[in-house]
C-alpha cells in the first residue's frame, strides 16, 4: 500500500514558478501511473498532469505548455514543474497513484491518494 505526501507549494507571483514533488512509500514505485489534481475554493477538483509507467504524459488544457509532469523511478517521487503561474492556478495540489497503465482523468479512479499542497499565486 503506498502513500504520497506533496510537498513545494507556497505563494509566489504571476509569472512565476514552482516545482511540486509527490514522494511515495512502498516498493513498486514504478507500477504507478500518477496524476496531479486541484482544487480551487469553491470549485470542483480538476485534473492537472497525468504520467503513465512508461512516462507518457497527459495534460489538461489550462496546464499544457505551462506545467511538466516527470517522474524519478529511483527516488520513488512525481514532480509537477510550474512555470509562468496565473492567479487562476491558486488552489490545493494533490497527487495520485494507482496500478494502472496510463493514468485516467477522474479523481475517482486512483487507489492512492495524497493530503495536498497550497499553492497561491498572487497577481
Known amino acids: 500500500q503506498a502513500q504520497l505526501v506533496e510537498s513545494g507549494g507556497g505563494l509566489v507571483q504571476a509569472g512565476g514558478s514552482l516545482r511540486l514533488s509527490c514522494a511515495a512509500s512502498?516498493?513498486?514505485?514504478?507500477?504507478?501511473?500518477m496524476a496531479w489534481f486541484r482544487q480551487a475554493t469553491g470549485k470542483e477538483r480538476e485534473f492537472v498532469a497525468g504520467?503513465?509507467?512508461?512516462?507518457?504524459?497527459y495534460y489538461s488544457d489550462s496546464a499544457k505548455g505551462r506545467f511538466t509532469i516527470f517522474r524519478d523511478n529511483a527516488k520513488k517521487t512525481m514532480y509537477l514543474q510550474m512555470n509562468n503561474l496565473k492567479p487562476e492556478d491558486t488552489a490545493l495540489y494533490y497527487c495520485?497513484?494507482?496500478?494502472?497503465?496510463?493514468?485516467?482523468?477522474?479523481?475517482?479512479?486512483?487507489?492512492?491518494r495524497g493530503q495536498g499542497t497550497q499553492v497561491t499565486v498572487s497577481s
Open positions: 495520485a497513484a494507482d496500478f494502472s497503465l496510463i493514468p485516467g482523468r477522474r479523481w475517482g479512479q486512483y487507489s492512492y
Open positions: 512502498g516498493r513498486t514505485f514504478s507500477d504507478y501511473a
Open positions: 504520467i503513465s509507467r512508461s512516462e507518457m504524459t
